[in-house]
């Protein structure tokens, strides 16, 4: 195995993480979401606590070898590495600064005694934490698919617009979808 290879699969095993780490966030969030006891909840929240596993590590293994991969293909003038390397920027900062906040939160306020369901549920209910979700994914997904197409600066814009309108559309879906899970059953 070359220097090449082993640190190209530490930056797909860094995207594996991340992804791996979105779908822990997303079962737990649905079933968060539909909790039907105080007790099924805080179990889901306990879930919740072994993201943190897995996230931490996406994010320096991507970049780190992502930049040595440029590097070496001298690829740090291609348009997909900007929209890239713009994207997982976005895609830390709303996982650092909009997810794990409020879930440590709803986590942290599962455990307290007095703690009620219907509080509980409509914070795991909350737009933040949908569009944080949504746009992650789609920003990703949209990162894959330039790593694969390399595609010029004109092409990546626009790979990254679509992803970000996905991403949008996504959690616009999943506002009206909650908007019915949440209306009281006759």
Partial sequence: MTLYAAILFLHLLGVVLLF?????????????QRAASL?????????????????PFSGPLIVFPGAYLATKMKAWPQ????????AVVVI?????????????AMVKASMQDGAALRDLVA???????????WLRLAL????????????PMGMSLAVMGVAT????????????ADRQELKPKA
């Fill in 92 to 104: 830390l900062a709303l996982g650092l600064g909009v997810s794990s906040p409020r879930m440590r």
């Fill in 79 to 86: 348009g997909w590495i900007s929209m890239a390397l713009l």
């Fill in 123 to 133: 914070r795991a209910h909350a737009p933040a934490l949908r569009y944080s979700f």
């Fill in 39 to 55: 007790e099924q909840f805080r179990s889901w929240a306990g879930a919740v606590k072994v993201i943190p596993r897995f996230s």
């Fill in 20 to 32: 791996v780490a979105q779908g822990l966030e997303w079962i737990c969030l649905r079933n968060l």
């Fill in 165 to 176: 309108a996905l991403g949008l559309i996504a959690s616009a879906k999943g506002s009206q």
């Fill in 140 to 151: 990703g997904l949209g990162v894959v698919y330039l790593m694969g197409s390399k595609s």
